[in-house]
């Protein structure tokens, strides 16, 4: 299996929207280990001046990710996933992710490098709410290797 | 805490911290991030695609590795921009009563943008002395 080249260029549209839960923020700061009451408590988050509960700084890779999946499910995009590795990410934040979000994720594929018989992919994905109003563009690469890489 | 951006001197040491990773640490990362890539839970697997073992999230890693700067700066919201590459997989051994995996991270300001009232800093980050993670920086904003 190898990968498409015509990839680059590419764009899927935002599928189903995300609702940003109270729970899922607090349990995702507990698996990066986030300590900051402001992802647990509504008093605390409201006393830096949010809204709401305010998701940790990686967070928004769940949406990423998701938009991701339209692209490495895409059969003809010819991603094994299992040979995947993350190479880079970057979060450009607009604004703090808060508790009752409802975002949508637009994903773009912004680069496709040839590596061996493997390749580099660069996606991107721009968040927004459901009511337009920007909060995150993150970037990410990743490496689909090759046999024997 | 109070942080004044005018104090804030490129290459001065913000602070540094000890990421302690288990197996379950990874398990925990699968279930809320979503991200079930049974190389960071099935050791069988992990050989099979020629890993040396089960691998953390580079998410996991780049995730807990930015707590250091938001308990700095005292606000998760304050990071506008954080990047990372990942150059070396953290391998996480199956192991009862000590750390699968020990991770170091060393946070110190790269950069101060007055116009911007932004501080960069730049994280050193690695695991059996060598670095996981490369050119790790947060941009926070410093009121």
């Known amino acids: ?149 | 805490m109070s942080i004044a951006l005018s104090e804030l001197q490129p290459g001065q040491e913000i602070g540094r911290s000890t990421l302690e990773v288990s197996r379950a640490d990874l398990v925990r990362y699968a279930g809320a991030s979503g991200d079930f890539n049974p190389i960071h839970w099935n050791e069988r697997f992990a050989r099979s695609v020629d890993l040396p073992g089960v691998i953390a999230h580079g998410m996991f890693t780049m995730g807990a590795a930015v707590q250091l700067v938001t308990d700095w700066i005292g606000d998760p919201g304050a990071v506008l921009d954080y990047q990372t590459r990942f150059t070396r997989p953290v391998t996480v051994e199956d192991v009862d009563g000590t750390p699968g995996a020990v991770v170091e991270v060393t946070g110190v300001v790269g950069a101060v943008d007055a116009d911007s009232s932004t501080a960069r800093i730049d994280l050193t980050v690695t695991f059996n002395g060598q670095k996981v993670l490369v050119k790790a920086q947060a941009v926070v904003r410093v009121w």
């Open chain 1, 1 to 149: 299996m190898s990968i498409n080249p015509e990839l680059a260029g590419r764009s899927y549209p935002a599928g189903e929207s995300y609702q940003v839960g109270r729970e899922k923020i607090r349990e995702f700061a507990r698996a990066v280990k986030a300590t900051s009451p402001a992802h647990f408590e509504i008093a605390a988050a409201q006393k830096l001046g949010y809204a709401d509960l305010v998701a940790p700084p990686t967070f928004a890779i769940i949406v990423a990710q998701q938009a991701d999946a339209q692209l490495i499910r895409d059969p003809g995009a010819g991603i094994d996933f299992s040979r995947v590795v993350h190479a880079d990410q970057r979060f450009t934040h607009h604004r703090p992710i808060v508790a009752g979000d409802e975002l949508l994720a637009e994903l773009h594929v912004d680069n496709v490098r040839a590596m061996g018989d493997g390749a580099l992919i660069t996606t991107r994905a721009e968040i927004s709410t459901v009511e337009g109003e920007k909060v995150a563009t993150t970037l990410s690469s990743i490496l689909v290797r090759g046999e024997g890489q």
